[in-house]
Structures are given as structure tokens and as C-alpha cells.
């Protein structure tokens, strides 16, 4: 059948090579999935259940069922954010949604969105279905990967109409204080950019509260901010998240919205309510054994000689494996069991880099990683 070449453009993910190879071995730990693998809080489950029992089956208004709204708009306040229920929060499919639409409500084709390298795997190819081009911007391991108004201003950002954001960040898992914040503000603000800020991790912080880039001075009116249920309330499979955005800037994704997806899952709304109503301890727990996941992910790869910064948000890690990071990926897999991504996957930057998901039981990480070591000690040379 005839493909549009906007489809035919954009390569296949190189996540899903990997996991096909994994599907047919025995015994394998993945390390390589992007979703926690705790259940969703039981509470919200419930509410769910019941919304269906009531018979609650029916399409929503297009932005979300309002009591939603309110509960998203008295969560956000926990990071600065001020959104009115009725004209600046959207409730989308999935933080997913959330991209997809603010960037065909932004980006008119032969635009430039800046994509900070190496960055979550969606991000090129949606810009791309906008007709939009997007301009890489490089964050390095010896800077953990923050991003810096030097490294805008050296890609030629100044003349991009956007910027796409995510911090606390995948694939490297690292976070942005208030002040370096401040520094790419300043940036977006001098040279006219608009922020398309990816959040969906600002729940899963370890060193401090979360800052949104929104809520600095002069940002409120240039951006917008996505987030949802997937990450810190184990929600992934109820395909839900939010867009929070001026007014004009909701409206204009609304548009988009209410022809392509009419509303998101209603099931999941109920859910989500009652995710932020009463869940709160849940996420605690869950974010605390993240974190002690982390710490014990981070010692053990230093130990066995490959380097890795330390991660502050999120659920993964980033070590490098001083060689080639695909042959490494690959050999680990058939020779140990285990499954991790290689660092190139998710763009420029990521090379000689693995991502390692810690949403892995204790147990688990633990056999992963002495199978790790073992492969590191036996099999591979770090260059
Ligand atoms: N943004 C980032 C940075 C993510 O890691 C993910 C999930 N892997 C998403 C967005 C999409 O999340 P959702 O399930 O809400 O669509």
C-alpha cells in the first residue's frame, strides 16, 4: 500500500531490535524497560473498578473531566505552578499525547526545534511528522549532562523557534537546578524560543524538590509543560498525562485533540483522580525504593570500572562502557541474560553509553549486575 514519506523517513526504534532478540532467550533480567514495576496504587485501581461498576463508560469532555483538572491544578502547586482548571490544563492519552500535540500546535513545517542530545526517542520523529526540522544540542557526561545556554548558543539555537526540555531526564537521568534553569531561561527568553517542557520524571527527584522551567520568571507565557500518571504513579498501561500551558497554547492543542483522540480514557480518569487524592504515600514508597535502587546501581557499576555520574532523577543510569556501546548491549544479552539499551539509541551523545532502567525489583538487580560484572571482567576491555 502506498506510505507517506513522512512515515517512511523515520527509522524503526532501536529499543524494539534488542527486546525481539530477548523475547526468544530463557532467564532474561531486562534492564531495558522505561516503566516502574510496581503495580498501580491499589486506591486508584479501585476507583477505576468502580467508575466501571457505576456504568461510567461514556466519552468525557475533550479536555478531561473537570474534577480532574482541579486535582491536576492543586498537585502542580507543589512545584510553583499556577493553571487554571477550565482554560490552561489539558488532559491527554499519555504525556505522549501531550508532545504530539503541543508540537503540531507549534511548529509550522521548515521550523527549528532544538533537541538537547541525547534525548528521550520521541522527540525527533514527532517534530519530523510536524514537517518541523530539528537541531541538536549536545550535553556531556563530564557536565552530567545538563544542559547549557553556551551549548544553545554554540549549536545556533538562537535562530530555533523552540526547545524541547525533559529534565529530570531520559535516557541519562539527570536533573537541572533552579539557577542552571535560569541560565537556559534566559536564553529562550533573549532570543524568543518557545519551551516545550517534558516533566513526566518530576515526581521522581532524590536530591531536592523539582523546579519547572515554567515557573522562573518571564517562562510562564513561552511554555509548556507536559506530564501524567505513567512514571511516579505506575500508571503506564491507563495511557494518561497533562499538558499545562496559557491559555491560547491549550486551546490551539484542544483543537488538535478533539479531532484526533475526542478524550482521553475515561477509566483512567477516574483513576488518576484518585491518584491524586490519596496516593501520595504510595508514590513516597515507591520513589524511596527507587532511590535505593540507585544508589546501589550507581556503586556497583563505578566499582567495576565503568564510569557513571551520578543521577539524581528518574530511573536510570548511564554508565559508560568505554567501548563500543551496541556490541556491548548485544554480547551482554547472549552471554549473561541480560538486557540493558545501548546509549546510541537515544541520539548523538549517547555513544559508548548504556541505559540501565532500575524500575527492576531488588533481587533482580542484584543477579543483573553480577552478571554484569562478570561479562565486564571476563569479556570486555574498557578502552
Ligand atoms: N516522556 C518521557 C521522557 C518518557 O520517558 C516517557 C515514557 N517512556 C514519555 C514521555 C511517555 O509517557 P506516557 O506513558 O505518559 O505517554
Redesign the pocket.
Same mark, same amino acid.
Given at each position: 500500500m502506498k506510505r507517506a514519506d513522512r512515515v517512511e523517513a523515520i527509522p524503526p526504534s532501536g529499543i524494539r531490535r534488542f527486546f525481539e532478540i530477548a523475547e526468544e532467550m530463557d532467564d532474561v533480567i531486562s534492564l531495558g524497560v522505561?516503566?516502574p514495576d510496581f503495580s498501580t496504587p491499589w486506591a486508584a485501581r479501585t476507583a477505576a473498578i468502580d467508575s466501571l461498576e457505576r456504568g461510567k463508560t461514556s466519552y468525557t469532555a475533550n479536555r478531561g473531566m473537570r474534577e480532574l483538572r482541579e486535582e491536576i491544578s492543586t498537585y502542580v502547586r507543589r512545584w510553583d505552578l499556577d493553571y487554571d482548571p477550565d482554560e490552561e490544563i489539558l488532559v491527554t !492519552?499519555?504525556?505522549?499525547?501531550?508532545?504530539d500535540l503541543a508540537v503540531r500546535s507549534v511548529v509550522d513545517p521548515g521550523d527549528t526545534v532544538a533537541v538537547p542530545q541525547p534525548s528521550?526517542i520521541?522527540y525527533v520523529p514527532t517534530v519530523t511528522f510536524a514537517g518541523g526540522e530539528t537541531l541538536g544540542v549536545p550535553t556531556s557526561h563530564e557536565d552530567d549532562f545538563v544542559l547549557t545556554a553556551d551549548a544553545l548558543a554554540e549549536a545556533g539555537a538562537d535562530e530555533a523557534d523552540a526547545l524541547m526540555l525533559?529534565y529530570p531526564?531520559?535516557p541519562t537521568g539527570a536533573v537541572m537546578t533552579e539557577s542552571e534553569l535560569e541560565d537556559v531561561a534566559a536564553f529562550c527568553r533573549e532570543h524568543d524560543l518557545v519551551v516545550l517542557s517534558?516533566e513526566?520524571?518530576a515526581g521522581l527527584r532524590y536530591d531536592d524538590e523539582h523546579t519547572s522551567i515554567a515557573s522562573l520568571p518571564g517562562m510562564r507565557e513561552r511554555t509548556v509543560v507536559?506530564n501524567?500518571?505513567?512514571?511516579t504513579h505506575a500508571m !503506564?498501561g491507563l495511557?494518561?498525562?497533562f499538558a499545562l500551558g496559557p491559555a491560547d497554547a491549550i486551546t490551539a492543542m484542544n483543537r488538535v485533540h478533539q479531532y484526533t483522540m475526542l478524550s482521553s480514557p475515561t477509566t483512567a480518569q477516574h483513576a488518576a483522580i484518585e491518584a491524586l487524592r490519596s496516593c501520595d504515600d504510595a508514590v513516597e514508597e515507591m520513589r524511596t525504593q527507587f532511590d535505593r535502587r540507585r544508589r546501589f546501581v550507581i556503586s556497583r557499576f563505578n566499582e567495576m570500572g565503568l564510569e557513571c555520574f551520578e543521577a539524581k532523577g528518574?530511573f536510570y543510569a548511564f554508565p559508560f562502557c568505554g567501548g563500543d556501546d551496541e556490541q556491548f548491549a548485544e554480547r551482554l544479552l547472549r552471554e549473561q541474560n541480560v538486557a540493558l539499551v545501548p546509549g546510541r539509541v537515544f541520539g548523538s551523545g549517547g555513544e559508548g553509553h548504556l541505559r540501565v532502567s532500575y524500575a527492576t525489583g531488588m533481587g533482580e538487580l542484584r543477579e543483573a549486575l553480577d552478571r554484569i560484572e562478570t561479562f565486564v571482567a571476563e569479556q570486555w576491555t574498557v578502552a
Open positions: 522505561g516503566e !492519552t499519555g504525556a505522549s499525547e501531550a508532545v528521550y520521541s525533559c531526564n531520559n517534558d513526566i520524571y507536559f501524567g500518571f505513567s512514571k !503506564t495511557r494518561l498525562g528518574a
